[in-house]
Nanobody, 119 residues
Framework: QVQLVDSGGGLVQAGGSLRLSCAAS????????MGWYRQAPGKQRELVAT?????????ADAVKGRFTISRDNANAKNTVYLQMNSLEPDDTAVYYC???????????WGRGTQVTVSS
């Protein structure tokens, strides 16, 4: 059974940094895309960043230049990270890890981790 465990959120002042982690396990096939989405109160869930198994990345315009997504596939680990710098109050949201499983193309979500940026 595939599981995604995301962590690393917290409370930080504007201008600060946080690093989110997401460990994916239980897949026979590995993962194509892995990434992060976020949902602020009263808003729809939105893409933050994605990364392919080959390392190609994609970012939302709002986070370009401030956030960096990376991935560790070594030794059957499937872990994705999101380094968030120069955080702004508008970055406050629940951040969800997402992964698309190869072959079967099923999509999985983590339970989310809260990021709160104070002004």
């Amino acid at each position: 059974q595939v599981q995604l465990v995301d962590s690393g959120g917290g409370l930080v002042q504007a201008g600060g940094s946080l690093r989110l982690s997401c460990a994916a396990s239980g897949s026979r096939f590995g993962f194509n895309f892995m990434g992060w989405y976020r949902q602020a109160p009263g808003k729809q869930r939105e893409l933050v960043a994605t990364i392919t198994s080959g390392g190609a990345t994609n970012y939302a315009d709002a986070v370009k230049g401030r956030f960096t997504i990376s991935r560790d596939n070594a030794n059957a680990k499937n872990t994705v990270y999101l380094q968030m710098n120069s955080l702004e109050p508008d970055d406050t949201a629940v951040y969800y890890c997402n992964a698309e499983e190869r072959v079967v193309n099923l999509n999985y979500w983590g339970r989310g981790t809260q990021v709160t940026v104070s002004s």
